[in-house]
């Protein structure tokens, strides 16, 4: 006896809608950020315009979804797994739209530092930052895409790798800055782009403890070693 | 007020075994199994029943469930073929025991059906005949309070008080399955079983029923019934799963309904089968 479907298969097709929509959110955002690292780096302003528009369709999709839940939960009063996967799908889609929000972002800065150009040097770390980043998201995305845990854990560790990059890269802007005067307008663009980089980790990381909720039914123990410990480094730090 | 069926029991009441949640269990099936004839219909099932809570017992139709709930007050030795092995105990006493009075057993243990089912008299009457005939009232007055505080217990009295006399039958459904409850409460039973109560019921009934079992919980141990998967989660605080004639499991109501163990609970409740 391996039932797998409802016995109302319109509920099915509920669940199937919300699956797919979050997919699809994912994948938007995904490309979103790609996009916006890529224009970053090649200064590309209409790429970077493609990535401000995309964000509406990325809002749209949570509203549609949003919808949904609240229609589901009306309509057929799930519980257990499915109570699990609809919550978490409200969860979900409110991260991808914070990572889409994050990639806007980014998109905007690209016209202020493209207007004074900048070396390849300073934007490097962001270009690594970014594949960590993505390669994190691309991860959670399969993981709900397979509702597998297997990598769930790992997926949360490797934050980390992004907090300590995250924190690495903000002394070296530092660096840069104090080094010439002249840099500080694209070296603070560029520290917020990172920032919101480093924030898509999290969400990333938040999108995995969905998951690993949804499979289990339990939450992953809170605690988590932090890496970003960029609020306590002070221009003299950067000497040392 | 106090039962004196109590007494034939009262010598068990000091030995009350506590569950492992500190709960006190009231009522112990222990490898119960049920046979219609040569057909099992219940196998080796083990459930507690805590005092002072309201334990759901849910699975589709078929599963053994009201079966289960018909053996706790004895209500299937009314059925020739029925065979019950196994031990149940009430407060720790074997209530198979031949030398239990079940009519006393089942003052102690008051059952409330799916369909409201109020005899053909007064609904005074209804409240007053299960007093009168197990001696619990001296006076005259004593009954009239009695009946008092029954329909009061059941929610039923500022609706009831003015037409005492007017039989039970002409009330709405929701009323009648109230003044069935005020019934079974008015010969102060420990342990009330509900078979579906509100399966026959308009929403707004089944929310006075439930929020009625909800305030019967301070003072009675319930078992319930129910087929509607939102009801036990509302009214519980322990479900029990029955497919097949088996226990599949029985865990904290708040667990079964958000992360149960067993797959069969769950396709269950979320509607997968069944």
Redesign the interface.
Known sequence: MVPTSHTVTAFDEDMKFVAHKIAEMGGLAERMVENSIRALIKSDLQLAQKVISDDLMLDEAQATLDDKVILIIAQRQPVASDLREVFSAIRIASDLERVGDLAKNIAKRVVAISERGHSVNLVRGIDHLGDLALAQLKEVLDAFGSRSVTRINMIRDRDDEIDAMYTSLFRELLTYMMEDPRNITTCTHLLFCAKNIERIGDHATNIAESVYYIVTGEHLSAYRPKEDKTHRIVADDTDA | MKVEADQVFANNQAAAAVGATGAVIKMKGDKVGVFYGSKQALFDVDLDIYERQVTALIGPSGCGKSTFLRCLNRMNDTIDICRVTGKITLDSEDIYDPAIDVVELRARVGMVFQKPNPFPKSIYENVAYGPRIHGLVKSKADLDNLVEQSLRGAGLWEEAKDRLQEPGTGLSGGQQQRLCIARAIAVAPEVILMDEPCSALDPIATAKVEELIDELRENYTIVIVTHS??QA?RVSQRTAMFHLGELVEVDDTKT?????SEK????Y??????
Not at chain 2, 256 to 260: K, L, Q
Not at chain 2, 269 to 274: N, P
């Open positions: 998967m939102q989660a079964i309904f958000t992360n149960p069969r609970t769950q396709d409740i979320t509607g997968r089968f069944g």
